[in-house]
């Protein structure tokens, strides 16, 4: 599916009926569930070529709506695919990027500070029965965002 997403026309990517379409017949014809699917679209849309901070308003509403469907546990989903988008996918490659991203969705409301400030500080858990549950990409992840949360937390 990430694959079927790199391979999609520019402007196909900015069209987000045509890539709800694909990522909602990944999701009945592989059984993917939301939080996998926040993975799978981040990286298949946002690969090192097609920068996320300056494509991201393009395809925000797919996560929005993802988030929402899910309710409550729907941004901790989100944060975990995150996560292995910076981490596991793209490792090194886009780090200089996640800094300014949680910056980015922080100012624009998608991740609030006291959510991103609690999972930092470990008062809040992600989804532990989620398959893209990590911890260990989540401590690279906390590393890396590091000097953005002390900054956030003065």
């Known amino acids: 599916m990430i694959g079927d997403l790199q391979s999609c026309k520019k402007d196909d990517l900015k069209d987000n009926e045509i890539v709800s379409d694909i990522l909602e017949l990944g999701k009945s014809t592989y059984g993917l569930d939301y939080a996998f699917l926040h993975y ?10 097609r920068n996320i901070l300056k494509n991201w308003t393009h395809n ?3 996560f ?9 546990i729907g941004i901790e989903h989100f944060l975990q695919g995150l996560i292995l988008y910076f981490i596991r996918k793209y ?4 780090d200089k990027y996640a800094p300014t991203f949680m910056k980015k969705l922080v100012d ?6 006291k959510f991103l400030i609690g999972w930092y500080e470990k008062e809040i858990t992600l989804d ?3 398959r893209t549950r990590d911890k260990k990409a989540e401590k690279k992840f906390r590393d890396l965002i590091e000097k953005f949360i002390e900054w956030l937390k003065d």
């Open 40 to 49: 799978v679209a981040l990286a298949g849309l946002f690969p090192p070529k």
């Open 60 to 62: 925000e509403e797919i």
């Open 64 to 72: 929005l709506n993802f988030v929402k469907n899910e309710g409550k």
């Open 91 to 94: 490792k090194g490659d886009l």
């Open 108 to 113: 624009e409301n998608i991740i609030s500070d």
């Open 128 to 130: 532990k029965n989620a």
